[in-house]
């Protein structure tokens, strides 16, 4: 039982060749069931103002249908339940070792189509026609556009995943790409009526996607141990705050501070990196966890009169290009920090396949055997530090532009460390495992965990358990996070999407285990 | 100097120039830490030889193919390579020069394929159509190899992760290769295989500097010999010569 259960987890018992593109399929697969139940149940997520489709369907099944909209509303009703309960339904079918047939699978391409259709046809029609025609002496509730939106992206999704899954699993960061930057882009669109809260949630998110994926080119591809990346983060921002604020009086605009910032980052990680690259592993570590507390801490003592002390630099310049408001709206930060995490993924793809990205892995696999075929191992140690840092630099200069105001405590160790949780958690080495942890990482520390006590309490009124609502969930929030990471590392110990070397390692680690145990070393 | 066709010289000390000399150890001395490894050890390998170094376990051998491709540097002495000083040059630079290197224990990088352990030897060259014949050439040498093309190495058999080593240096179109004990841990057929490759090898014009715990077939293959005990060269001179001599059939090739 037990072990069935890990191979259920783990998707891929036998360790195929396919196993990280059976993760993006099950991944695109229940993100289709979240979006269409979201955008069934929306107004029990941003307020009774907005009503979702499956409101108004659920209305419908009460009393009777009156209008053309109720029937749509029907037909929807069934595609949304089938699609949703799908990757339920799957993964109990290879929980016992079945599978659907191509043909359950052409009848969802077939539903997912439909879905977006229909649901494009409600919407047109209540927008033309309005509730009385629509829906006949049923009152509804508005249907948000948000509803619509989610509605339909959930449908196309699952088009995609069911229609196209032989492509999904073979191609598994292109199918990723396609399923979600339609997404990333027309997200401040689908949500223009709600507050602007998701989007500055979606802003600390690159943010800490770009500072993860920095992280991820020093830890995962050179495979050098960095505590203290916040450091370089620290310094773009600053830097870039100095530039535009009225600390020194200097206004730069904001499309030039972020080449400033990923260059002054690197030329620090530069520094830094050249005395000590000839550390290896935990020395290595020890070093950056020094330079990690020492940089919020030259800050905090306004070293050269340049950082503003404890309080730090506060006023830094929003842009304001034409119509583009940054200080009105983060939906402009929101595009401009997408736009150069695009740019970033796709420079970072690159690197990692080019010369380079060859020489640090031979680098982590063996060094003297790197060192004997010709790669020069400090040059590319280096490289690989620059490089990391420079993306932190990056993200700096949005970081200051973004909330106004740096001070030390923005740069603490603990941003060192969630940033390494979400290199681990999502899989050390892997582009696309780094995004998908940096998603569900910020999900759970900026949303997930700040909201636990109002979801005790509410729980605790509708299940009449009033112990629930005393339950003071804030204070234990590190203690939550900690047991998240336990549990996930337990269960997938090479993150969520492992690289293909990470995956490699895990097996022949399981297998010399079993030939210690065999020898009696257990 | 011309890279092919080169007969193999005879030794000859007098009538070659100082330019024929690939490698040039001039009494070097190399330390671990306070342990020396090497004491003045003096060794030359001309253009187109094949020369066997051996002696027994802990001897130096690896410690002067170690110094010779830079992963070490003498504390004393001269390492000379085309007639030039390499002091303090650096390991990756002397792979450019012209050295591969099949280190001890293959050192593969196990968790890439055969063909990407290949590709990293050719990491410091820039022409493709040169690596292009080069990686021919491998799989021509070892068809086995091509066979094996994307399989990871570190999930190869003992003799077919030699042959990628060998391959791998041979990648990076060496003048020069230095082989440590390609037939460690080797059936008996695959050695013979191996080391004829070596002389394949050496007939296109590379020279070979060769470690192996099985002296006598070492000495058959080089035309010289270096004996080295205790970190000190004991003996040398052409291998028939060290074949024949009374010492070196009692202590290495137990006759």
Redesign the interface.
């Known amino acids: 039982m037990r072990k069935r259960l890990a191979a259920f987890i783990r998707t891929e018992p036998e360790g195929g060749p396919s196993s990280a593109g059976t993760s993006v399929f099950w991944i695109l697969a229940s993100s289709a069931s979240g979006l269409l139940i979201i955008g069934w149940l929306l107004p029990w997520f941003v307020g009774p103002y907005d009503a979702g489709v499956g409101y108004s369907a659920q209305d419908a099944l009460v009393s009777s249908p009156t209008g053309i909209g109720t029937i749509l509303i029907y037909i929807l009703a069934v595609a949304m339940v089938i699609l949703f309960v799908s990757p339920f339904a799957e993964a109990f079918m290879r929980f016992r070792g079945r599978t659907f047939g191509p043909r359950a699978d052409r009848i969802r391409l077939y539903l997912g189509i439909a879905g977006v259709v229909l649901t494009g046809v409600v919407w047109l029609l209540y927008r033309v026609l309005g509730e009385e025609p629509l829906f006949g002496s049923l009152q509804p509730g508005e249907i948000s556009d948000s509803a619509i939106w989610l509605t339909m992206y959930g449908f196309a999704l699952a088009a995609l995943v069911y229609g196209a899954r032989p492509w999904v699993i073979g191609r598994q960061t292109l199918a990723f790409g396609t399923a979600v930057l339609p997404f990333g882009i027309f997200l401040p669109l689908m949500f223009h009526q709600a507050p602007d809260f998701l989007l500055w949630a979606a802003g600390s998110l690159a943010i800490y996607m770009l500072l993860a994926l920095g992280l991820n080119v020093v830890v995962g591809f050179a495979g050098l141990l960095d505590l203290g990346y916040a450091a370089f983060f620290a310094i773009g921002a600053y830097a870039c705050a100095s530039f535009a604020s009225p600390i020194h009086n200097i206004h730069w605009p904001l499309w030039i501070l972020i080449f400033l910032g990923a260059a002054i980052a690197s030329l620090f990680g530069a520094i830094l990196g050249a005395p000590t690259l000839r550390l290896r592993g935990d020395y290595l570590a020890i070093v950056t966890l020094g330079f990690g507390e020492i940089v919020p801490d030259l800050a905090t003592n306004n070293v050269f009169n340049l950082t503003g002390g404890p309080n730090g630099i506060s006023g830094i310049d929003q842009p304001h290009w034409g119509f583009m408001d940054f200080s009105e709206s983060p939906r402009w930060y929101y595009w401009s920090l997408l736009l150069v995490s695009i740019a970033v993924i796709v420079l970072l793809y690159n690197i990692e396949r080019s010369r380079v990205g060859r020489a640090w892995v031979a680098l982590r696999e063996d060094e003297v055997a790197a060192a004997a075929t010709g790669i020069n191992t400090t040059t590319t140690k280096l490289l690989a530090f620059a490089i990391g840092a420079s993306v932190s630099g990056l993200a700096g200069a949005f970081y200051g532009s973004l909330v106004t105001v740096v001070t030390p405590d923005d740069f603490s160790f603990s941003v060192s460390i969630a940033v390494l949780s979400i290199v681990v958690l999502g899989g050390i080495g892997n582009i696309a495992g780094v995004i998908l942890g940096a998603v569900i990482l910020t999900f759970v520390i900026f949303w997930a965990l700040p909201n636990m006590d109002a979801w005790s309490t509410t729980l605790s009124s509708t299940v009449h358990i009033p112990a629930l609502a005393n339950i003071n969930f804030s204070s234990y929030t590190y203690i939550i996070y900690g047991l998240a990471l336990i549990l996930m590392m337990l269960l997938r110990p090479g993150g969520l999407l492992p690289s293909r070397a990470r995956r490699i390692e895990l097996e022949s680690a399981g297998e010399s285990e079993s030939l210690a145990a065999v020898q009696g070393i257990a | 100097m011309s890279e092919n066709g080169q007969p193999v010289v005879a030794i000859a000390a007098d009538t070659t120039t100082v330019t024929d000399k690939v490698i040039d150890l001039r009494a070097i001395d190399v330390y671990y830490g306070r342990v020396q490894a090497l004491i003045g050890v003096s060794l030359e390998v001309r253009q187109g030889e094949i020369v066997a170094l051996i002696g027994s376990n802990g001897a130096g051998k690896t410690t002067t193919l170690r110094t010779i491709?830079?992963?070490i540097s003498p504390r004393k002495g001269q390492v000379l390579l085309f007639g030039k000083a390499i002091q303090g040059v650096?390991?990756?630079?002397i792979?450019?020069l012209g050295v591969g290197?099949a280190?001890e224990g293959r050192?593969?990088?196990?968790?890439?394929t055969v063909r990407?352990n290949l590709?990293?030897?050719a990491?410091?060259r820039g022409d493709r159509a040169g690596i292009r014949t080069d990686l021919e050439r491998v799989y021509t040498l070892f068809p086995r190899l091509r066979e094996r093309d994307s399989q990871?190495a570190?999930s190869l058999s003992g003799g077919e992760q030699q042959m990628v080593a060998i391959g791998?240096a041979l990648m990076?179109a060496p003048k020069v290769l230095l082989l440590d004990e390609p037939s460690l841990g080797l059936a008996p057929i695959l050695v013979d295989a191996i080391f004829e490759v070596i002389r394949e090898i050496n007939a296109k014009g590379t020279t070979i500097l060769l470690i192996e715990q099985n002296a006598l077939l070492a000495l058959k293959t080089a035309v010289r010999g270096y004996v080295l005990e205790n970190g000190a060269v004991a003996l040398a001179g052409p291998s028939e010569e060290l074949i024949a001599s009374p010492d070196i059939q009692r202590a290495y090739l137990g006759m």
């Open positions: 491709s830079g992963l650096g390991a990756a630079q792979a450019r290197h280190p050192r593969l990088f196990a968790r890439m990407e590709d990293m030897g990491y410091s990871l570190g791998r990076s």
